[in-house]
C-alpha cells in the first residue's frame, strides 16, 4: 500500500514543478518542450493523478 504513497508524492510533486516552473526555465533543461500550453496541462495531469494515488495509498490502509 505505501507504494501508491510513495508513487503518488513523486507524481505530485513532479507535476507541481511543471506547473509553478515558468516555460523559459523548463525548455532550458528539456530542449524536446515545444508548448507551454502541452507542457502545463501534462503537469497538471501528473499533479491530479499523483494526489489520486495518494488518496487511494490513504484509503487503502
Not at 518542450?33 to 487503502?60: C, E, H, N, Q
Request: glycine share 14%; hydrophobic share 55%.
Amino acid at each position: 500500500m505505501s507504494g501508491y504513497l510513495s508513487v503518488g508524492a513523486f507524481l505530485a510533486v513532479l507535476g507541481a514543478l511543471f506547473v509553478l516552473i515558468p516555460f523559459e526555465k523548463l525548455h532550458e533543461v528539456f530542449r524536446g518542450m515545444r508548448s507551454p500550453v502541452t507542457t502545463k496541462v501534462g503537469g497538471a495531469i501528473l499533479l491530479v493523478g499523483g494526489i489520486a494515488m495518494v488518496i487511494k495509498g490513504i484509503t487503502l490502509l
